[in-house]
């Protein structure tokens, strides 16, 4: 397991409170992880936030910096708690009561990708469990917590933007007042994780890109905006899912015709994010 844990695209002058994060979008998959999976090299990615990384890759030129995983999602999963460990893969851990990701099969060491799919035949050994935490989850949550706390200290507060993708069939039955089909679902916890004001600035830049945007449904945010949002120390932390149809081919786990003008319509919206940022920016009366 030698395998980097994370990189981090680093502005030149870092000027704005927004931290940008995909924990999901890491692709480096070690050949003896493909070996030992029941999935071949194309099935195994279908939990994967393909392409999310390239995407948000601007963040450094408007002065924010962008923390991108490494190691897939079917690996071990970011935005879970290092202890949702699931005792029906893992050798040695008990069930302590009832936590629906664990019980769905997915923990923190996934036992199934996308559509309920096996990753593995038998269980693993504990220590093996234990290893890939302290290889890939440990240094990448200390690099968040890291980046996060130096935006705390240059401008008051940090402003954390969990970045993500979603299957089209996961809105497929969403509904807005519009009638228009969510295209970006906010999850900010149902107000936990981050200032109301926050999250409507943010809205607001998806909006006047002409994105359809929903909160919290069907998608309120997991372990990071949990753990990393508190708003009343003036840290926000808000999940960003983006329709992946948008861009790619989802079957084929391919960027489509499309991706180039979609990837530059968002780039707009992350310049206007990082403005939400800027230390001359007023402080939020009510944080």
């Not at 035949?121 to 290893?131: I, P, S, Y």
């Not at 302290?134 to 240059?154: I, N, Q, S, V």
Request: hydrophobic residues 40%; aromatic residues 8%; contains cysteine.
């Amino acid at each position: 397991m030698s395998q980097e844990a994370y990189r981090i695209l680093e502005p030149e002058t870092r000027n704005s409170a927004v931290v940008f994060a995909s924990p999901h979008s890491g692709c480096d998959y070690p050949e003896w992880f493909v070996r030992r999976s029941l999935l071949n090299a194309h099935s195994i990615r279908s939990s994967e936030d393909a392409f999310v990384d390239m995407l948000f890759d601007s963040a450094p030129e408007v002065g924010a910096p962008f923390l991108v995983a490494r190691a897939p999602r079917a690996l071990l999963d970011l935005n879970r708690s290092a202890d949702e460990l699931d005792p029906a893969l893992i050798h040695g851990v008990r069930k302590v009561g009832h936590n629906p990701r664990i019980a769905s099969g997915l923990g923190v060491i996934p036992r199934v990708v996308a559509n309920g799919r096996p990753i593995y035949h038998g269980k693993m050994a504990l220590d093996e469990a234990n290893r890939r935490i302290d290889t890939y989850w440990r240094p990448y949550h200390a690099a968040l917590a890291e980046l996060l706390g130096g935006a705390h200290e240059m401008f008051g507060r940090a402003i954390l933007i969990d970045c993500h993708s979603m299957p089209r069939e996961a809105v497929e039955n969403a509904s807005r007042t519009s009638g228009r089909r969510p295209e970006i679902v906010l999850g900010d916890r149902f107000g936990a994780a981050a200032h109301p004001e926050v999250v409507d600035e943010i809205e607001a830049a998806f909006v006047e890109a002409g994105f359809a945007v929903s909160r919290n449904l069907p998608f309120a945010g997991a372990f990071v905006t949990q753990h990393y949002g508190r708003p009343s120390r003036r840290q926000h932390a808000i999940q960003v899912e983006i329709d992946r149809s948008l861009y790619m081919d989802e079957t084929r786990i391919e960027p489509h015709s499309d991706f180039e003008t979609f990837r530059a319509r968002l780039r707009g919206v992350i310049a206007r994010i990082a403005e939400i940022g800027r230390p001359e920016e007023r402080p939020l009366a009510a944080e």
